[in-house]
């Protein structure tokens, strides 16, 4: 059985500790291979993901030992630069190895990646950024094929603020000759810890937490030890189930910064939110009211709150509008919502969400990670059981989902 079982909840109370950040754990992981030796990471969450990213690891000739929350990384000279179809299909942050692999030895074979089920991801901004810097690419039986015999510093300006596309390029700049010059690049959280991970490894980058980010190339990087930082998106998720029953919440580690805009729709939704003792506190002692949502590049509302925020606003008082800037395919789990009672009608990159009093238990199913947790959540604002299947998907990105919220005075299970 691969399912949630949640009951009906009112009132949370007490503390939740939140884990290292997924994805920023998955890019330190792949940047690894930038550095021949013992690179060490600690606070990585025990996730699904982690998990392939050390067996895409191992599979290159990568020798990992995991105790607890630490991961210890050994990269041997020589590496196998293959990240093969098997791994690559189960987990999209697997084409983080790309950079990494052309910065240190010049070629690369990377299966086409899979992931979340919720619309087109295309990577050509990847590519079309590493070609500037000299590489080229050819696909073959559902692989990339990439070379470059020398990586070359050139100014590269990204259409669009991708993540994974700032990332590799970022990965592959600090090896390459001369100074690289990203322009519009993704200024998330983890984007930052990448850039600081790599700046202790011996890189030069100016212009970190910006837009604009210059790296001048080093000859080589050296391994180093290095604390991944908290997960915001875990965060939002147990403020948006408070949100749902309402009570205090202390959550441990999180910062605040991280966050800002989804604290203020939070506010604007009449949660009261302090920072101090190490962390973030909410509380919430009425039925919350409607806001509308749009997502954006950070430091706008991320798109991986937005099914959380769906989540609060189909049992918040009013109606709010909520509008997907980044991927038009993100409303698949709006369906199950629907199946419990909730009243939202999604058209295109828009939906009006209605909030009803109480949702109504019902069985449904996750089609990603962050859709998974949010029918967890919704669960709690129901009557009678909820029981949520193709739980493996919530597995990916969340360490003990279940314990954590039934250690706040939630009834949730994993069968």
Do not use: W
């Not at 003792?277 to 002692?285: D, E, I, P, Q, Y």
């Not at 949502?293 to 008082?317: E, I, M, N, R």
């Amino acid at each position: 059985m691969n399912k949630f079982l949640v009951q009906g909840s009112r009132s949370l109370d007490g503390g939740i500790q939140i884990g290292g950040a997924k994805n920023s754990a998955l890019k330190l992981m792949a940047a690894s291979l930038l550095a021949e030796g013992l690179t060490s990471l600690s606070n990585v969450p025990d996730i699904a993901d982690v998990a392939i990213m050390v067996e895409l690891l191992e599979a290159m000739g990568v020798e990992v030992q995991r105790t607890g929350h630490r991961i210890d990384i050994s990269v041997p000279h020589e590496i196998e630069p293959v990240a093969p179809y098997h791994l690559v299909e189960r987990m999209r942050a697997s084409i983080s190895v790309l950079g990494p692999l052309l910065a240190r030895i010049g070629r690369a074979t990377v299966a086409m990646p899979g992931g979340d089920d919720f619309g087109s991801r295309p990577i050509d901004m990847h590519l079309q950024g590493l070609e500037q810097l000299g590489a080229t690419f050819t696909h073959q039986h559902g692989d990339i094929q990439a070379q470059a015999k020398v990586l070359k510093g050139a100014e590269v300006f990204l259409e669009f603020p991708s993540v994974g596309a700032t990332e590799n390029l970022l990965m592959a700049a600090v090896l390459a000759r001369g100074t690289t010059t990203i322009e519009n690049a993704a200024r998330e959280p983890e984007i930052t810890d990448l850039a600081n991970f790599l700046s202790q490894m011996g890189a030069l980058i100016d212009g970190i937490g910006t837009s604009r980010l210059r790296v001048d190339g080093v000859e080589r990087l050296e391994p180093i030890s290095y604390e991944v930082i908290p997960d915001r998106i875990e965060a939002a998720t147990y403020l948006c189930a408070l949100a749902i029953c309402g009570g205090e919440l202390h959550l441990e580690n999180a910062r605040a910064e991280h966050m800002e805009m989804l604290l203020r729709k939070l506010e604007e939704m009449g949660m009261h939110i302090s920072e101090g003792n190490g962390g973030v506190r909410g509380k919430v002692t009425e039925r919350l009211k409607s806001a509308d949502v749009s997502t954006l590049p950070y430091p706008g509302l991320a798109t991986d709150y937005k099914p959380f925020l769906v989540a609060a606003l189909s049992v918040a008082s009013g109606a709010g509008m909520v509008t997907e800037n980044i991927f038009a395919g993100r409303f698949r789990y709006v369906d199950e919502l629907v199946r419990m009672g909730a009243e939202i009608k999604a058209e295109g990159r828009h939906a009006v969400v209605r909030g009803v009093e109480r949702l109504s238990g019902a069985p449904v199913r996750a089609h990603d990670i962050r859709a998974g947790a949010a029918l967890v959540i919704a669960g709690l604002g129901a009557d009678g059981e909820t029981i949520i299947s193709d739980a493996h998907h919530v597995d990916r990105g969340y360490e003990d989902l279940a314990g954590k919220l039934s250690s706040v005075g939630a009834q949730v299970s994993r069968t």
